[in-house]
């Protein structure tokens, strides 16, 4: 049996077989999660098992769309308010994905198209502002509704919540009826884009 021949890609075609925008593999390289050369032209190249590594690493492996339970990815620095969310939308039967990571955010979120987000707009490293607004701009995740779970509760924040993509603003604390009222109506309506 002949050897496969290693495949070097381009950021493009990286971001092709990953489904994202080619800033976002760059942003990776340079992160160090994905493993990349650069030629003499200063371009990166990476190797076909590289990416493979780093799509399996972070389980970027296409799914099968059968699954009819409703999927709310929870993007939130407190274990605390995790666990909680975790717990009231697993009561009420909604599989989690759970991310307090800004470089996760994106990638999951292109990855496994969960029905809702529920994002946090206050967290150390993570701007809310621009996740919003970055999960907006990839044509993945544009139609995706985006909940502010947040702290922020100013008439200006709350505006600019809106204007970067937000779809419903929940402030912190809630009650759990509250969240779940809002859950359950942002599920149940498919978003417009313009």
Same mark, same amino acid.
């Given at each position: 049996m002949?050897?496969?021949e290693t495949?070097?890609?381009?950021? =493009?075609e990286? +971001?092709?077989i990953?489904?994202?925008?080619?800033?976002?593999i760059?942003?990776?390289?340079?992160?160090?999660?994905? /493993?990349?050369s650069r030629?003499?032209g200063?371009?990166?190249?990476?190797?076909?098992?590289?990416?493979?590594?780093f799509?399996?690493?972070?389980?970027? =492996?296409?799914?099968?769309?059968?699954s009819?339970?409703?999927?709310?990815?929870?993007?939130?620095?407190?274990?605390?308010?995790?666990?909680l969310?975790?717990?009231?939308?697993?009561?009420?039967g909604?599989?989690?994905?759970?991310v307090?990571?800004a470089?996760?955010?994106?990638?999951?979120?292109?990855q496994m198209?969960?029905?809702?987000?529920?994002?946090?707009?206050?967290?150390?490293?993570?701007?809310? =502002?621009?996740?919003?607004?970055? &999960?907006?701009?990839?044509?993945?995740?544009?139609n995706?509704?985006?909940? +502010?779970?947040t702290?922020?509760t /100013?008439?200006?924040?709350?505006?600019?919540?809106?204007?970067?993509?937000?779809d419903?603003? &929940?402030?912190?604390? =809630?009650?759990?009826?509250?969240? &779940?009222?809002k859950?359950r109506? &942002?599920?149940?309506?498919?978003r417009?884009?313009?």
């Open positions: 002949a050897e496969r495949k070097a890609y381009t950021t =493009f990286a +971001a092709k990953c489904h994202v925008t080619h800033h976002s760059k942003n990776w390289i340079k992160q160090g999660l994905i /493993k990349a030629t003499p200063g371009h990166y190249r990476i190797l076909d098992h590289d990416l493979d590594d799509r399996e690493k972070y389980d970027m =492996f296409p799914r099968d769309k059968e009819s339970v409703q999927k709310v990815m929870v993007v939130d620095d407190d274990p605390d308010a995790l666990m969310m975790e717990k009231i939308l697993m009561d009420e909604f599989e989690l994905v759970k307090s990571n470089t996760e955010v994106g990638l999951k979120a292109a198209t969960p029905d809702l987000i529920l994002l946090d707009f206050l967290m150390p490293e993570i701007n809310g =502002f621009e996740v919003c607004k970055a &999960l907006r701009d990839n044509e993945l995740t544009q995706i509704p985006i909940m +502010a779970v702290c922020l /100013k008439e200006q924040d709350i505006e600019r919540i809106f204007e970067c993509g937000a419903e603003y &929940l402030p912190k604390p =809630f009650r759990v009826e509250q969240l &779940l009222d859950v109506m &942002l599920l149940s309506k498919e417009v884009v313009d």
